[in-house]
């Protein structure tokens, strides 16, 4: 598939590692990864995010094949894989970084998301007001290798853990 047949998408909802893991479910989710958009500094690293000096929010971005999975389907993800009525925390993880917002790359995947959060808000299953963001993708800062795919490296430590002699 060449890389005009893909599409990108970019959401944060909470810790990226549990993102990142839902999304890379998804079936036509072809790549993603974590890092951190939304802020005023350049390059930040995961200790300053963490450290809400930055601004910016933990983010998962995507790349997809549209023939197998569309937008609105990653937006019915991002919906189901976070609680969007928690404001700048998702469970026990409290700070902006962990803000939920939709990061659109382009004006149409914009208002799909409006589209999408006002039906999500009308569906009543969520007890308060939906309160993620949607803004336009501006830069896009990768988290440290060690954060790529994370569960996927801490379920294979502990397969290789349990299989030890």
């Known amino acids: 598939m060449s890389e005009a047949e893909q599409a990108k998408a970019t959401f944060a909802a909470g810790c990226f590692w549990g993102v990142e893991a839902a999304f890379r479910a998804v079936p036509g989710v072809l790549a993603t990864a974590v890092g951190f958009c939304g802020g005023r ?25 549209p023939a197998r999975v569309d937008y609105d389907a990653l937006l019915r993800e991002f919906w189901d894989c976070h ?20 990061f659109c790359h382009d004006e ?3 208002l799909m998301a409006q589209a999408s ?3 999500e808000q ?23 290798e060690e954060h790529q795919q994370y569960m996927e490296k801490l379920h294979l430590g502990l397969k290789q853990d349990l299989l030890a002699p």
């Not at 963490?50 to 971005?61: D, F, L, P, S, Y």
């Not at 009308?122 to 896009?140: C, K």
Request: with cysteine; proline share 3%; hydrophobic share 30%.
């Open 41 to 65: 500094s350049v390059e930040p690293s995961y200790a300053q995010v963490c450290g809400g000096r930055t601004g910016h929010a933990e983010a998962v971005t995507l790349e997809y094949d």
């Open 122 to 144: 009308a569906s009543g299953r969520h007890r308060g007001r939906i309160v993620s963001e949607i803004r336009l993708l501006t830069t896009f800062y990768f988290a440290e």
């Open 117 to 119: 959060r006002e039906a």
């Open 108 to 110: 149409a995947q914009m």
């Open 83 to 102: 609680d969007p009525t928690q404001w700048h925390r998702q469970g026990a993880d409290v700070g902006s970084q962990y803000r939920s917002v939709i």
